[in-house]
């Protein structure tokens, strides 16, 4: 068991708990910690105290309450290091690719947050699925209004989630009721920063939607709000399919290639999160790596979209940090470990260029490895005496696929092997930030029926 000197614990978790508390693709032999019966001590600031096997943690507590998860898994909660709010409506869209599947379904549905109370139900219902799918922190991809977005925040106040968002903006290739200018960009999402980021857990993220929809202008205005509002983030789209990169390279001819569209208005920094990069070239993954940016890989989107298959490789080779992200819509899940399963499928199909992703591997990039993408690595991630309490309980519905295959399972790792390629939403029991539940599937049941 390991352990704080923390004395004020109540509470002990108990249940099958597994984390991975160092980078596995670096650390020498397992990285993988998890005990079969295990627990976690809940210190009352909402932080863990200690984590181990049960019977250990149960003779250091023994005036402590017990909530006895038997049977379930206790993992970190998962991190998404790239949602889009507005587009749950739009899930499933099969059929176009990138450019078409905007144009033709996601802008049209996009342009409905204009209607505050139909965005803020929709952020109510987002945040809620969020926390069902066992996410405990996301850096959320805005809508494009102003109303839908404090909306959103005042709901992700109330969600108690950790959660990152901005207001989208874009001035150009984007129908009308999504377009600003560089003024008004400037002036709504420097008021929205202000007034939101350090709010509790809620931060913003200055968010340019791709250089597709920006001009030089208007980049330089998003450029100018990170500086306005310090500690801000900043999170766009990058290299995600070949046709995207070439209407990139007819806008900006100037500049050298689609990460230069970024770096000319002070955008690539340490605070800055890109989703995809599926086509970078070799230069920009060493300034990427430079400037302390990361990547989200969104590997169903990718694979539904057709955009391609990351290099993960590459991008670990270059030193450029590497989190996951759900991409709803465009990605076919809001889970996390469904996203795992993808970015595994993946690699497998890149041959000899792709990565051999073990389970221990994949709950990383699901937790640990977003947290440090989204800053927070010192905090969440992993179960360790000292973070957050952010945790979620997975167990197998009675009957399932799930439960069939785990009694099968040979030892921890293929067991966790097999929870990540199986569970999903109707696995997710609960899940908690810093010790407060957000999600209780018993409780949602009697409430919602
Ligand atoms: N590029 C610009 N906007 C989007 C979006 O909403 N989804 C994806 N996958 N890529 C984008
Ligand atoms: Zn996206």
Redesign the pocket.
Known sequence: MSATGVASVRRLLRGTVAHVPRDPFTAAGEALEAWDDGGLALADDGTIAAVGAWRDLRAAYPAADVDDRSGAWLLPGFVDAHV?YP?VGVLGGLGPR?LEW?EGR?WPHEARFADAAFARAEARQFLRLLARNGTTSALV?GAHQAVAMEAFFHEAAASGLRVTAGLVVGDVGLPEALRTTPELAFEEAAFLARRWHGRGWLRYAVTP??S?SSTAALLAACGAVAREVPGTWVTS?LN?TPD?IAVVRARFPDQRDYLATYEAAGLVGPRSVF??DVHPSDDELTRLAAAGARVAH?PS?NHA?GSGLFPLARHRRAGVGVALGT?VG?GTSLSLLAEATSAYVGQMLLGADGERLTGARLLWLATAAGAHALGLGDLVGDLRPGRAADVVALRPPPGSTLAAALTHAADGPSALATLVTLAREDAVEATWVAGEAVWCAAAAERLVG
Do not use: G, I, P
Request: a negative charge; one cysteine or more.
């Open positions: 889009h587009q990138l905007l996601t991809f939607r791709f597709v789209h995600e995207e989703a995809h969104c989107s979209l991409d465009a």
